[in-house]
């Protein structure tokens, strides 16, 4: 059965940072593309980054870029996202999803963890 | 502001059929994949369709997905009130900002 576990969630100050982690299972963990996607409350679904099989390539909504930063370690079956510089605006609920394929360039996620919330305030 | 546009909000009564739009761009559903999902509430998202208009194992054939052009549509027959959720569609974006995008999300009601 696959699962997708996300942690490091909480209440954080403006301009602080925070690292978040999904711990993966039930697949082959690194034969697979994976994304963060995040949900502000009562709000839609917004992409937040994606990562390739092999970390070869990564990519950043515009809101995030360059100030979060997405990883991955195949041999701990582990999924990252540090965001440094946190605003307001990236409060939400941060989810974990994995993709249909191993590669970068399509937005295909196929199972999701139950989301872990990060709340940015003073 | 979605880069993707669908209604906010469709109605039907059971057993009937209702259809949710999709409207990109060349950029976008244009060129790249859709897929839909179902978010029930207080759940995490599920998916329903991908590559367009193909079921993953275990989605019931009462949901189906097309595409043409820009523009997609998610049909959903013999509606059952256990059907009432959030509507997302999703593709990639390949403009210079390349990424994933989502639509702003179809609330079904099913009277």
């Known amino acids: 059965e696959v699962q997708l576990v996300e942690s490091g969630g909480g209440l954080v100050q403006p301009g602080r940072s925070l690292r978040l982690s999904c711990a993966a299972s039930?697949?082959?963990?690194?034969?697979?593309?994976m994304h963060w996607v995040r949900q502000a409350p009562g709000k839609g679904l917004e992409w937040v980054s994606g990562i390739s099989w092999n970390s070869g390539s990564t990519g950043y909504a515009d809101s995030v870029k360059g100030r979060f930063t997405i990883s991955r370690d195949n041999a701990k079956n582990s999924l990252y996202l540090q965001m440094n510089s946190l605003r307001a605006e990236d409060t939400a609920l941060y989810y974990c999803a994995k993709d249909i394929g191993e590669g970068f360039g399509e937005l295909s996620a196929d199972y999701w963890g139950q989301g872990t919330l990060v709340t940015v305030s003073s | 502001q979605s880069v993707l546009t669908q209604p906010p909000s469709v109605s039907a009564a059971p057993g009937q059929k209702v259809t949710i739009s999709c409207s990109g761009s060349s950029s976008n559903i244009g060129n790249n994949y859709v897929s839909w999902y179902q978010q029930l509430p207080g759940t995490a998202p599920k998916l329903l369709i991908y590559d367009n208009n193909k079921r993953p194992s275990g989605i019931p054939d009462r949901f189906s997905g097309s595409k043409s052009g820009t523009s997609a549509t998610l049909g959903i027959t013999g509606l059952q009130t256990g059907d009432e959720a959030d509507y997302y569609c999703?593709?990639?974006?390949?403009?210079?900002?390349?990424?994933?995008?989502f639509g702003g999300g179809t609330k079904l009601t099913v009277l």
């Open positions: 999703g593709t990639w974006d390949s403009s210079l900002s390349a990424g994933g995008v």
């Open positions: 039930g697949f082959t963990f690194d034969d697979y593309a």
